[in-house]
């Protein structure tokens, strides 16, 4: 179905707020200058959307700064979730879209989880015709950034 993503983006740092105020820390979503409409199965999106803000939570200290923005180029409408936590490092990156895959596995397991939220939202997007990427600084923090392909998103079945 049609959705879009300012209203979307809105309810869901509404809905993370108490989470983010439990650790001091900032969630916030700045809204894009005109509406952004994708198509997409609304569960599934959330599904990747509230990973991606958890992990950004989880993986991020006291008085961290989370903040949600739109973007886009000619071709995507482009999400990223940009926190100032622990990041990853370079090593580690190319890694954490597989299954299980956690970083330092003590530390993960005493925070809870699987391994698995990154995989499946990477499965998701793609099953959506997107894509999912990271950029990351050891020590500095994490951008996750969602890809939403426009010609699919706006025109779903004028090209099938
Ligand atoms: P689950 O999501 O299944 O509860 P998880 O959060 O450990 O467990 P993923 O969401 O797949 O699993 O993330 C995989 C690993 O990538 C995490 O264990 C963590 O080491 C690393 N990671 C993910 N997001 C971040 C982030 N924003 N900052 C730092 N490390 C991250
Ligand atoms: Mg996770």
């Not at 879009?4 to 869901?12: G, I, K, P, S, W």
């Not at 509404?14 to 650790?23: D, G, R, S, V």
């Not at 180029?73 to 299980?100: C, H, N, Q, W």
Request: hydrophobic content about 35%; overall charge neutral.
């Amino acid at each position: 179905c049609a959705i879009e993503m300012n209203d979307f983006l809105a309810l869901t740092v509404k809905q993370n707020k108490i989470h983010a105020e439990a650790k001091r820390q900032e969630l916030t979503f700045e809204p894009y200058e005109k509406p952004v409409i994708i198509h997409a199965d609304r569960d599934r999106l959330g599904q990747v959307v509230n990973n991606i803000v958890t992990n950004a939570m989880k993986y991020s200290l006291e008085q961290a700064s989370i903040k949600i923005y739109i973007t886009e180029d000619e071709t995507y409408y482009k999400i990223s979730v940009k926190d100032t936590g622990m990041g990853i490092a370079r090593e580690d990156l190319p890694r954490i879209f597989e299954r299980f895959y956690r970083v330092d596995k003590a530390r993960s397991r005493a925070m809870g989880g699987t391994g698995l939220g990154l995989a499946i939202a990477k499965e998701i997007m793609e099953g959506h015709g997107g894509r999912l990427s990271a950029e990351s600084e050891y020590g500095k923090g994490t951008t996750m950034t969602m890809w939403f392909p426009k010609k699919f998103t706006t025109q779903p079945y004028t090209e099938v």
